[in-house]
């Protein structure tokens, strides 16, 4: 975000003017669209109001914007001639479409982590940058240059990579495959997006967990499917809880996080996946399976994916680096029946003609590296390290206020606030102390429960960060 040189000899509030004049100009702000309000652009560039009000008195004397009273500060329609210019009236166009935007408090957390980067962050899903294995990728990609020609690839993806990781897949996660059942992705997330659009329709019902990572993804919603809840408890779904959708609802899929859960870090029990696979093959209902934190696990072997038991062809399974490596080279995958997969790159290649082949080529050469059995070792130790240090802070500054159950594994570890408090009153005030978390109703859950991430923070920054929502929670529960 553009903030004005302090360092100049131009005063602060012509810098303002001359870079909304700018923005008007190239129509970023349209004849007659509203401008911040005075105290918020104040805020977003580190500036006195006063100084916002000089820039908007600047503006306003060469006619550019108009302010009424109750109405804000617009862009003059009449300022470039006589005659107002008729303009796409690109807010009617921003609110529409099919696609929606994503929801409030994602976007407030977003706004709040552009707007201030020293905000500690325990809101954002990925590896922090000591978590993730930078060297041992550097190194791979000057010893393996790409030079094969860059044109467009198999729009499954690059085969060297769907190779390496049908090997990865029996050796780490005991799925036997082959390269033609795997698709590569830009992640989890474009993995679902296909799946919602091309494999189901407007009207359709499907069965998410409840709470779950997929009601933070509007996607469900803009493909018009109809969501129904699986409530989750220390054990995972209860399977005949999808029986019972079947019947009311004609359900036609299930999705599933079920080894270290998101938002809630459970692992689904052995018992429940037979009974998941028996009302599964009863009903000829498919499950799609997203899988990103396995590998994770802290103490013994990491828990084996639905798929490995798959003998009837029930499971699409979905794979990410994002969660183990780096979320940047935006490699995922999926293991699907041949005919799902040629249909999903149909539409995959009618979209972007596939992923940039320079990360699928990356990735391939890291997975079959001497690198990525230490890295997954090291990055189990450290983030046990770095949710310990959370439990710590958690116990020490609220140990009467929230209560949790330790995940063994995965990112996040996910709360209950035993006082009542208003969601969006609580971020803000987090937000104010110089700390930002999910809210835990943006997993469909009701309020009163949070997410944090605690892979994200710097390990320093662990308990600081707590102490601050500690405060913000003790001043909503005072006043």
């Given at each position: ?231 989750v408890d220390q054990h995972g ?17 299930v999705f599933m996080n079920p ?221």
């Amino acid at each position: 975000m553009w903030k004005p040189d302090r360092q100049s000899k131009k005063p602060l509030y012509e810098q303002i003017s001359d870079h909304l004049e700018r923005r008007i100009s190239y129509g970023e702000f349209p004849p007659g669209s509203l401008l911040p309000s005075e105290r918020k652009l104040a805020e977003q560039l580190g500036v006195n109001r006063s100084t916002v009000i000089m820039a908007f008195a600047e503006l306003r004397s060469m006619g550019i914007i108009e302010s009424r009273t109750g109405s804000g500060t617009r862009v003059s329609r009449t300022k470039w001639g006589a005659m107002p210019k008729h303009t796409p009236n690109w807010s009617r166009y921003a609110e529409g479409g099919s696609f929606l935007p994503n929801l409030p408090f994602m976007r407030r957390i977003r706004e709040a982590l552009n707007q201030h980067p020293s905000l500690i962050d325990f809101a954002s899903g990925e590896l922090s940058a000591d978590l993730a294995p930078s060297d041992e990728i550097t190194t791979l990609m000057n010893e393996h240059r790409y030079t094969s020609h860059l044109g467009y690839d198999n729009p499954q993806g690059y085969i060297p990579l769907r190779q390496a990781l049908v090997s990865y897949l029996d050796k780490y996660r005991g799925i036997q495959t082959t390269e033609s059942s795997v698709m590569i992705t830009s992640g989890s997330q474009q993995s679902l997006y296909l799946i919602t659009q091309c494999l189901l329709s407007p009207g359709d019902a499907v069965a998410i967990e409840d709470p779950s990572y997929c009601y933070s993804l509007p996607m469900f919603q803009s493909a018009g499917l109809r969501l129904f809840r699986l409530p989750v408890d220390q054990h995972g779904i209860c399977p005949e809880d999808i029986r019972s959708l079947y019947k009311k609802h004609r359900i036609k899929m299930v999705f599933m996080n079920p080894n270290f859960q998101n938002p809630t870090g459970t692992v689904f029990s052995i018992e429940r996946r037979k009974q998941l696979f028996d009302v599964a093959s009863k009903l000829g209902l498919p499950i799609v399976e997203d899988d990103p934190f396995s590998l994770t696990a802290f103490e013994g072997a990491a828990p084996k994916p639905l798929k490995s038991m798959d003998s009837n062809g029930s499971i699409l399974y979905i794979g990410s680096f994002s969660k183990i490596a780096a979320s940047g080279l935006r490699i995922g995958w999926m293991v699907a029946p041949h005919s799902i997969v040629e249909r999903l790159a149909d539409a995959r290649q009618q979209m972007d003609f596939g992923l940039s082949v320079i990360p699928q080529s990356v990735a391939a050469q890291f997975i079959k590296s001497s690198y990525f059995h230490p890295h997954l070792e090291r990055l189990q130790i450290q983030l046990q390290f770095k949710r310990d240090l959370l439990i710590e802070s958690l116990q020490k500054e609220l140990p009467d206020l929230v209560k949790f159950i330790t995940p063994q594994g995965g990112l996040h570890l996910w709360c209950k606030l035993l006082h009542e408090v208003h969601d969006g009153k609580l971020l803000e005030e987090a937000i104010k102390r110089g700390v930002v978390f999910v809210p835990g109703s943006v997993y469909g859950s009701d309020s009163g429960f949070v997410r944090f991430t605690f892979a994200r923070p710097k390990t320093e920054e662990i308990a600081v960060g707590i102490s601050r929502f500690a405060e913000a929670l003790r001043a909503l529960i005072v006043s």
